[in-house]
């Protein structure tokens, strides 16, 4: 009888180390639980957020391509007013501006030149 009291107690022994373990375990996966809601509501928060700008930038971005709509209209409506180009076999065109621009310089720094030596 001595022998199976021992054993009984033994027996009580272990199971009481093994729900001792048990509740650590569980205590640790609460804990554990708990830092793993706390990042997941973190990580909503900040994807509430980041859809928030997302938004908004979507906002400006439409908002700039309604402006740049509306000043390709007016740029249309002022290009449509200016005299039309000539043609490239008439004499005066833009290469020829720009070909008597130094021209100009030229003449114009000769009359400085002249001044200078006077």
Known sequence: MLTELETLSQNIGRLIAISQRHNEARQALE????????????????????????????????????KIDDAQVRLNAILEKLPRARAHNEPDNQLDLLEAAPQEEEAGNAVTRHGENA
């Open 31 to 66: 804990t554990q639980l708990a830092q793993v809601r706390a990042e997941a509501e973190a990580t909503r928060a900040e994807l509430a957020q980041m859809r928030e700008e997302r938004d908004a930038l979507q906002a400006e971005r439409d908002a700039l391509s309604a």
